[in-house]
């Protein structure tokens, strides 16, 4: 699987969250990515070290592996030239830039298109590249704010709650890649490269798809279901004994096994529940009735008795039991780094297979401008362009 984009070289000029988790799935696929970073401090979640792992942030480690590092001082024209010089022999050149702050510095598209036709150049923006607020910075909250994501997350009544995942980043970046191997495909039938664009905003709406959908059929404004949906019941979570259990009944066959599962043959009979819709409209006359029976059971309890009845249900699991899960680590996505500068280190891996086999970890996240002086040569600088280069702190750590 590592060698799918073994020929593909990405100069990677992201830093924060959704640009380097598109590079990282791009790294993890084999291709060669040239991550291109501010001398002195690096990518913003360097900084970002709270936790950290041995005094280096998590936030960097988890997005950054398979790598290299160079430090380019790309606000100066002679850095400016250094990354024209990378770009010349790459494929794919990415940037998390506002719009316009690439272009001011003489790396836009229409500039690098020149020095390489066949470049798929993609730019990763905020709120996208039109309209007013188009150069305004933004991150995964404030995105969740305002494409009304928050409005729809939570139980109701309860202040704003973010999705607990940075969801809008690391979509973001997943949609960026979708963009740049369908380019690739492309470029592969007519030679040519392409412009690919994403934005934090667009995935936000993106996943707004269905309350939006809803809303325009009916001009309701969606509210908060918890852990439930408007669409479905009983689709939510329920207290037991001990804790909770979410169980998802999605049509009448599995509300049926439900019933019979938990002896409440009454539910079935009473005409409020007999079809999803009428049980969509009597959830909280529902939802009180299983929850009451699920009271008297523990979790574990109920688990077994709605999975031997095939009854689609899960614990709420806390991280500390994802991570000891036997489902979990039976899939070997959790995958430990051996040789590495932190010790015991472990990352979650690119989470699908190609011919049954997972990515090959070839590179560590890097030390900052840890490659620098090995790219440059790469490139074609000679010692003394290097030095010099180094001197005037063009480049350097």
């Not at 480690?61 to 590092?69: H, I, T, V």
């Not at 390489?116 to 404030?142: C, Q, V, W």
């Not at 899939?331 to 190609?354: C, V």
């Amino acid at each position: 699987m590592s060698n799918i984009l073994e020929d593909i070289t990405v100069i990677d000029w992201t830093q924060n969250v959704a640009g380097p988790y598109c590079t990282q799935l791009l790294g993890d696929l084999g291709a060669t990515i040239i991550k291109i970073e501010r001398p002195g401090t690096g990518d913003d979640t360097r900084q970002w070290n709270s936790p950290s792992w041995e005094d280096e942030a998590t936030a960097f480690l988890a997005f950054n592996r398979n790598k290299k590092s160079i430090c380019i001082d790309a606000n100066d024209s002679k850095g400016q030239e250094v990354i024209k010089k990378l770009v010349e022999h790459a494929d794919v050149f990415i940037h998390s830039l506002k719009p316009g702050s690439a272009e001011m510095r003489g790396l836009g598209y229409e500039q690098l298109e020149k020095i390489n036709p066949s470049l798929i150049y993609t730019a990763i923006s905020a709120f996208g590249e039109s309209g007013p607020l188009r150069t305004y910075p933004g991150y995964d909250p404030l995105i969740q704010a305002y494409s009304g994501i928050m409005s729809v997350t939570g139980n109701p009544g309860d202040d704003p709650a973010r999705v607990g995942v940075s969801i809008i980043d690391m979509a973001t970046g997943m949609w960026a890649l979708t963009g740049i191997l369908s380019a690739i495909i492309n470029r592969s039938n007519t030679g040519k490269g392409s412009l690919v664009g994403a934005s934090l905003l667009e995935t936000g709406v993106g996943w707004m798809n269905l309350p939006l959908t809803n809303y325009m059929a009916t001009k309701k404004v969606p509210e908060k279901f918890g852990t439930g949906t408007a669409m479905v019941a009983p689709y939510e979570a329920f207290r037991t004994k001990d804790s909770w259990v979410i169980i998802a009944a999605g049509n009448n066959r599995l509300f049926t096994s439900l019933c019979n599962a938990l002896e409440v043959p009454e539910l079935l009979n009473d005409p409020r529940f007999e079809s999803n819709k009428e049980r969509v409209k009597h959830r909280k006359e529902l939802h009180q009735a299983i929850e009451e029976r699920c009271l008297e059971f523990n979790t574990t309890t109920i688990i077994d008795i709605l999975q031997h009845a095939n009854v689609p249900c899960s614990p709420i699991h806390s991280t500390n039991h994802v991570y000891e899960d036997e489902q979990i680590n039976s899939l070997e996505i959790i995958k430990k780094i051996d040789g590495f500068r932190i010790s015991n280190f472990k990352i979650i891996d690119l989470p699908i297979r190609i011919n049954n086999q997972r990515s090959t970890f070839r590179l560590p996240p890097p030390l900052l401008g840890e490659h620098t002086i090995e790219i440059l040569k790469e490139a074609g600088y000679d010692s003394g362009e290097i030095e010099l280069l180094t001197t005037e702190k063009v480049v350097g750590g």
